[in-house]
Each structure stands twice: as C-alpha cells, then as structure tokens.
C-alpha cells in the first residue's frame, strides 16, 4: 500500500503541475473488494465491454490473443489493474502504449500515458502469449484442454487463463469473442455466431453477446462437435456434443442436449422472460466433475448426459446468477440454491417428490455436520459444498411455506425482474422477500442462512404447516 501512496503523490504532482484542475490520479486498487478473494476484480474501474481475439495451438498448447475492453473510471487513476495469468508483450490505453508491470504472476499492473479522470471512459488493449495448462494459481489448475479439444469452464476463477479482465461477478460486461483454430474444428461461445471466416487452415469464428456477464461466465470450446439450433417459442437455441463421445453415450447427451429449449420456455413462465437473447448448452469430452451455467450456453461433462434435473439447475442460473449476478461470492447460495430448489420443483410437476417432501425429509434426516455451515458466509472453502446447494434449496423450500405459495411466487419473479443485470447480496434478497410478502422475516433468515445450527421446527421457520 505504500508504493500505491507514493504513485498518487506523483499523480497529484503532475497533474498540479500540469494545471489540469482535476482532483489527484491515484492508483486503482489491486482488490476487488471480495473477502474470499482479495486479489481478483480491481477497484477504480468499470468494464463496459470485452473484444476477445484469440488464437489457440492445439499442438504447442499455447494460446495467443489480444483483449481488447471499454472501461469507464470510477476513479481518477494513474495506475490500475487487471487480471491475467499468461505473459504480456505490449498494452495500449487509449491507443497510446502504456507501460507494465507484473506484481505477481496474476495481476498486470498498468500506467497509461496521461492520468486518467474520474468518470472518463477509455480503451485498454491487452497482447499476450503463453501455455494456459501450464498456469495454476492458488492451487487452481484451470485450463480443460488435450490435442483435440479445449473448453474454458470453471468457477469462480476462468476469464484470466484466456483473457484480460476485471474478474470479479459484480463488474459485467458485453463479450466479443473471436478464436481462431484449425479450419476442421468448430468453435462454440456465448450468445450467437456472427461470422466464420477460413484462411489457408485455420478459421476465425466469433460469437457476440450483448447483454453483460460477469468474466467467469465467458466460455469458448473448440473441437470435434455436432451442432443442432432452431428458434423455440422465438428464442433461439444452440446446443453442441463432442463427437469424441463413444457413440451411445454421445447420443443420449445430444437428446438431453435437444430438452434446453423446452426446459428454458418452462422455467420462463414460472420466473418471468428468459432473460437473454438466445439459449443453449454444450457437452464436452472433459469431465471436470460439474456443470457451469456459462451465460447462454451451459457447459456440460458427459457425466451428466442423463440428468435432466442438471440442465433445470444451469439454465434456473440464467436467471439466477447470470441475470441477477453476485455482487460477492459469499453469497453464492443466491446462484446454487436457487437452481437447487428449481431443481426440485421441476420434480414436484414431473411426478417427483414435492419441494416440501424434500424439505421434511432433509429436515428429518440429515446429521449435525451438515447443519453447521452459516449458508450467507460459507468460507472460500465452502462455496461448492452441499451445504451451500441443499441447505441454499431448503430456505426456498421453507420460505415458500411461510409465505404462502402466491407471495413466494411473486418473490422469485419479481426478485428475477426488478434485479436483473445488477449485482445483489443476501441482505438485498432478504429485505425484498419481506417487502414482498408484507412479513417480518428476520427471524426466519437467521435460521436459515446465518446461525450454524439446525433451525428450530416451528412455523415462523416454514418448518410446520
């Protein structure tokens, strides 16, 4: 923190000297602001929109590329900071080259030519080149990829093994992305395909989608795919399977893969308009162990091939997490409980278990242990437990007992509406469920998402009745 003060001296000396008249150029910070992740996301800037060029080596396995992004200063700045893992040649600010520097192997220091005001909008433009399966960060071994194929999926770190970023959820933006590869490969990413163009042997193929997403939310994958699309309800659809897939398991991941649409249209008239402007999912040939809600375009392993109720919880967080984003992981049970608890209404209308049967079954069953995460403030350590998903889906479960079936309706479409496009916070959901429903819920949340015990079983709890 000293050297950032003493860059701000600087920055103020100039600018005096200068006689801008504007307040001091100071450094943006290296920190988002998140607890869990202090290093991730950069304070005093605001991306409005990403332009990915890249190119991928399936032989060498070195990625190469240029981001470029429109960023918006909430801060005067001298310097400030991205997030990218691979090695950087040049960086430009305004189309003037900028001067760099690497603190760490994960934030790229930058200082433009001329401070920056508060409030100014200005271009940043980022040239890298390196082995992405070679970067590992905090023990995260990030990069999905093999001679044949490469996918860019995981969470909550992703977008700085591939491109340059402000990588925090609550800063979104619009992504332009283009990748070049063999001519004999298709690329799929967010949104919709605009151009494929082929060169000699390779092609560039790029993807545009305009409405913002956090930079963990944009995803490329290059293979061997079978694509299948159409407009349902008039929304178009895109879904793809790698053809690496033995073809019996290939098969049934492409009949799941065809359910999207229908499962979109059928969440759609429970939580209000999909909220994107197409939709979609891909099955790779990797199997990292999860499926990932990438915006648009969910990406799954072929180890859920066979799981309906998977695709229900990916495209639930297309409201749910990539609509109405985190402004903080902390708060990742609003992304994983709320796609558990769709999960589990999907049942109840399919011949399943009622959300409330799984309530009291969860409810009677489960051990100590599982009741001991507080669900608001899981840990880093804890965002993907069961905990956060179970317990995350029993509050819904609950909450829709106490409030009545009609106010929690209400609740979740009006929360999906009246938020989307902003980054929110448990505490935000919590005034709104009982502005909502006109109840005094305080005591309830406590139980639920904040103590680490099991609730009281009492109807205030949603736990009777």
Not at 76 to 84: E, I, K, M
Not at 179 to 201: D, F, L, M
Not at 432 to 442: H, I, K, M, P, Q
Request: a neutral charge; one cysteine or more.
């Amino acid at each position: 923190m000293r050297s950032l003060r003493r860059t701000a001296i600087a920055a103020l000396v100039l600018a005096l000297l200068a006689g801008t008249g504007t307040a001091a150029a100071h450094a943006g910070v290296a920190d988002g602001g998140d607890a869990y992740f202090p290093e991730d996301g950069n304070r005093g800037i605001d991306v409005q929109s990403y332009r990915i060029a890249d190119a991928y080596d399936f032989g060498t396995g070195e990625l190469s590329g240029t981001t470029s992004m429109t960023v918006r200063a909430t801060d005067a700045l001298s310097v400030f900071d991205l997030d990218l893992l691979l090695p950087v040649s040049a960086v430009a600010v305004d189309g003037e080259p900028a001067t760099f520097a690497r603190p760490d192997r994960h934030e790229l220091r930058i200082t433009p030519a001329h401070p920056i005001a508060r409030g100014a909008t200005f271009t940043v433009a980022v040239t890298y080149a390196g082995q992405p399966g070679k970067q590992c960060w905090h023990g995260e071994c990030d990069w999905l990829a093999d001679g044949d194929e490469v996918t860019t999926m995981n969470e909550p770190h992703m977008a700085a093994w591939w491109f340059a970023a402000n990588d925090t959820p609550a800063d979104a933006a619009t992504m332009d992305i283009s990748v070049t590869v063999p001519a004999g490969k298709t690329v799929i990413a967010n949104g919709r395909q605009v151009s494929r163009t082929v060169h000699g042997a390779l092609a560039t193929t790029r993807w545009v989608a305009r409405d913002p997403m956090a930079p963990y939310l944009a995803f490329f994958t290059a293979g061997d795919y079978r694509v299948e699309q159409g407009i349902s309800h008039g929304l178009p659809w895109l879904v793809g399977v790698s053809n690496r897939l033995p073809a019996g398991e290939r098969a049934a991941a492409m009949r799941l893969m065809r359910k999207t649409p229908a499962i979109a249209h059928w969440l759609a008239k429970r939580l209000g308009p999909y909220p994107f402007e197409s939709v979609g999912g891909v099955t790779t040939s990797f199997d990292p162990g999860f499926a990932l809600e990438n915006q648009t375009r969910p990406t799954y392993p072929v180890l859920f091939a066979q799981r309906t109720t998977t695709v229900v919880h990916e495209i639930a967080h297309q409201w749910f997490g990539d609509s109405v984003r985190l402004a903080r992981w902390r708060d990742v049970w609003l992304n994983e409980g709320f796609g558990t608890f769709m999960e589990w209404f999907w049942a109840e209308r399919h011949g399943g278990p009622t959300a409330s049967e799984v309530l009291h079954s969860e409810y009677a069953r489960t051990l100590a242990p599982f009741w001991s995460t507080r669900v608001a403030a899981p840990g880093a350590r804890g965002l993907w437990t069961r905990q956060v998903y179970q317990r995350g889906g029993l509050t819904l479960a609950a909450l829709r007992i106490r409030v009545g079936d009609r106010d929690f309706w209400r609740i979740m479409r009006g929360w999906a509406r009246t938020h989307a496009g902003l980054a929110v916070t448990t505490a935000e959901f919590e005034r709104y469920a009982a502005r909502v429903s006109g109840e005094d819920l305080d005591g309830f949340f406590r139980a639920w998402l904040h103590t680490p015990h099991r609730p009281a079983r009492t109807a205030a709890n949603g736990l009777v009745g």
